[in-house]
């Protein structure tokens, strides 16, 4: 018999509960004993729930507790849940988070924690929902050097996206339908500007290549500026938006942003729609891997919270999660990074052939939008684009291409 | 420094010895130490290649050496591949395989000699190629009751479909095409008869239940009925065709089947073309997650076996793998299990009028093939269909929905 607590009895740790009694059986032979939920912590009542009777206000009444020895941290933010959970891996007592502001930002730290005090700091659910990829870049991907990851890594943009595309609407009616939902938060700054998706790729990041990314270097833009007439474009090129977060090695240097990018329908992001999430790894002998889920939602995420859980039982006593050390992983200034533009800029006299002056002899396409028209780079860096793009009046918008 | 050794240089062996060799640094720092090849068993000669100075033809060799922890059988077929790895996890030596018909027929038994002698039996490589799968299903996928999965678990028969498809082809001159570019075997029996398939949902299903399922029972159909018109019928249903290893679960027992399906639009499934495999999971709290990547070739499938290699140095003295008992699971009778069907009829008098007094008000398809008519069933036992199509006349082809 394990004894865990759960602190936190929100959307999440609710859910863990629900996992833990509803799968009790399946998950006592898998973890090679019967797991009793001994504490949840939460300072609301939940009168008439089954964890009423095992209800505390206490984190001491957890800490203190010899017979605990996994605790899951549900509470979400940065505080008190940092310092919870620290104290916890001091004591002698794994952890297992689907707290990604707390990874992002602390990761390192407790996985150090973990390892001094030989337990375990799992965090299975802090990106990708319930969508194995932590794990499995940590025990599954080691052969390989990670040449690329990019991930559809937020739900909430990725629904948004998807109704844009498929109804011809704008970014501010499907994001009110979302909300309407229960799909979008009423605040969804950290949704629709990418800083949820930011957090996951440095934690990703830092994962592939074993040092810490600090999540607040990485060039983060939103999908607010997305329009339905991007979208006509998109398919004219066989493509279509999504938002995600990436990072690839050039020169022995990282590059990473978060932004919303064109991708073919040759790769196999292209396909992931609605809630959906997925993350694609190419690994130098691999090759293309990808993994596909729901990246959110109660009882996904608490399939993952609970799996870390099986895992801390089945290695009691052995620190199995590496992780990433401490060291800070330098990031390929964003400016000198590469890649592909398309670009809508509004019609005015002799536009094309400004246009070609400055970007040399691209191909203009004309979706019938009256008023405009739009072209494609070549590849170049992000401050030579910005540069040419100055001496171009009337630039409506431009999407980076993933091709 | 860990000293493994290499069991058959083919394929496979020598791809796992480049796997090793090229990325000696990362494997090193991941297992956490570094990984020396002391010996590459193969009774052939290979004068000038890296391994020239470390070959054996002396399997004693490398079973009598107390230096040697892990062993890679990557020889293939059931013996001596058999013995070799049986005799090497009595000798409390590692074991990691690509070996998909060793481990369907004696995995049961390698786990639990494994386990007797404290070491690992590891085989990630065997279903999938180097797509992850195995590894997480043990320790990610935990947390669920696995209620299905389908996999397309072959990269030739999933190229020729998509050829079929795209190109309006035939069967015969795809495979045709697919042995010249080296794709299919000459002798394309275990491929294109769903052999190579079977093995594989024997596997991830003994994985998923915990008992042994025994591939022989498992109801195997090939893609060599498949025509370049079915495909113009499964395009009008939304769909295509996918030869799929499935298995789920009803009433408590397992059916699982290999045969040709129709997928529709809304199944991840449906974009997996190609070379590529895939496999869909879905779990009672988890819901749907899909594993996608290269099936096969030298040095996706080397990258798995590589992985499974660093598992056992991470994992000295460690059984990790509970794999799945000798028990056999039992499986619904394959003619009692439920699905709709598919199936094209010959035109002849009064022949509409006909199926529709068997199988009941059906809506008849036209697609503009002359000299034929096609519908789909509602869902039925494959016995209940096999009956009812028994009393109707010129039955072209019949093939199973997945929805």
Request: hydrophobic share 40%; charged share 25%.
């Amino acid at each position: 018999m394990s004894k865990v607590a759960v602190m936190g009895y929100g959307t999440v740790g609710s859910g863990v509960v629900e996992v833990l009694l509803n799968n009790r059986e399946v998950i006592a032979k898998r973890a090679g004993e019967d797991i009793e939920i001994k504490y949840v912590l939460d300072l609301r009542e939940f009168p008439g729930s089954p964890i009423e009777n095992i209800l505390t206000k206490e984190f001491n009444d957890i800490v203190n507790d010899p017979e605990i020895e996994t605790v899951v941290e549900t509470m979400g933010g940065l505080h008190p849940a940092y310092e919870f959970v620290k104290a916890c891996l001091e004591a002698g007592k794994n952890a297992c988070t689907s707290n990604k502001e707390l990874v992002a930002k602390h990761g390192d730290e407790l996985l150090k924690v973990a390892k001094e005090h030989n337990v375990n700091f799992l965090f299975e659910a802090s990106v990708g929902g319930g969508i194995p990829i932590i794990r499995p870049m940590k025990s599954s991907l080691t052969a390989d050097v990670i040449e690329e990851i990019t991930g559809i890594l937020n739900g909430t943009t990725n629904y948004i996206l998807t109704k844009m595309r498929d109804n011809g609407s704008a970014f501010e009616d499907v994001l009110k339908e979302a909300q309407d939902l229960g799909y979008a938060e009423r605040n969804p700054e950290a949704d629709v500007e990418g800083y949820d998706a930011c957090r996951k790729i440095a934690i990703l990041t830092s994962l592939a290549y074993g040092k810490k990314v600090d999540f607040e270097e990485i060039y983060t833009e939103g999908i607010t500026k997305i329009t339905a007439e991007d979208f006509i474009y998109a398919k004219n090129l066989d493509a279509t938006i999504k938002l995600v977060g990436t990072s690839h090695i050039v020169d022995g240097k990282v590059v990473a942003m978060v932004a919303p990018v064109l991708i073919r329908s040759d790769n196999p992001l292209y396909s992931v729609d609605d809630v959906f999430n997925a993350i694609y790894v190419r690994g130098n002998m691999l090759g293309d891997a990808m993994f596909y889920g729901k990246g959110a939602g109660k009882l996904p995420t608490a399939s993952a919270v609970v799996s870390d859980v099986i895992e801390t039982i089945k290695h009691k006593g052995i620190n199995v999660m590496s992780g990433w050390s401490s060291d800070k992983q330098e990031l390929l200034d964003f400016a000198d990074s590469s890649r592909r533009f398309f670009v809508r800029v509004k019609e005015s006299e002799g536009i094309v052939e400004k246009i070609m002056s400055v970007f040399g002899n691209i191909e203009p396409m004309d979706m019938g939008i009256a008023g405009e028209c739009a072209f494609v780079t070549t590849e170049m860096s992000e401050k030579e684009f910005n540069e040419k793009k100055e001496q171009i009046p009337g630039i409506i918008t431009r999407i980076r291409l993933s091709f």
